[in-house]
């Protein structure tokens, strides 16, 4: 009797988890890197997700100035057309960061992060 039970308790258990994802689908994607320029160490750190925002931030160890710049697209219902828009971070020292968000009636659809620090472009990632 405990064995049947155990069976189909174990079996409810992987339905509930199963209808769980299909019913609920999250879509994300980021990125990490590092590496180091001119001898100091940085950080590139970019998240896409279509239901929510698009964000970019850099830590860098040195003495440079540096930037983020996001380009991205989205489609947006009540205007029905797809539009590009570009984010970019104030120059700045040591750590900068830069967003979008897309609000209800906004999906994203891609975007392309660059990272600089001045005066030459580091890294560059693209998700979606």
Request: proline residues 3%; contains cysteine; hydrophobic residues 30%.
């Amino acid at each position: 009797m405990k064995s049947k039970y155990r069976k189909s308790l174990s079996i409810i258990m992987i339905l509930v988890i199963l209808v769980s994802h299909s019913i609920i689908p999250v879509s994300a994607s980021s990125d990490y890197y590092e590496s180091t320029y001119n001898g100091y160490s940085y950080i590139c750190r970019s998240e896409f997700y279509p239901n929510g925002c698009v964000f970019s931030h850099m830590d860098y160890a040195g003495t440079n100035k540096i930037r983020v710049e996001i380009e991205y697209s989205y489609y947006d219902y009540l205007l029905n057309c797809s539009c590009q828009e570009n984010a970019i971070s104030p120059l700045k020292m040591s750590t900068t960061c830069t967003g979008a968000s897309f609000n209800e009636y906004q999906i994203g659809l891609w975007s392309n992060n660059v990272y600089t620090i001045s005066p030459n472009m580091v890294y560059s990632v693209g998700l979606n």
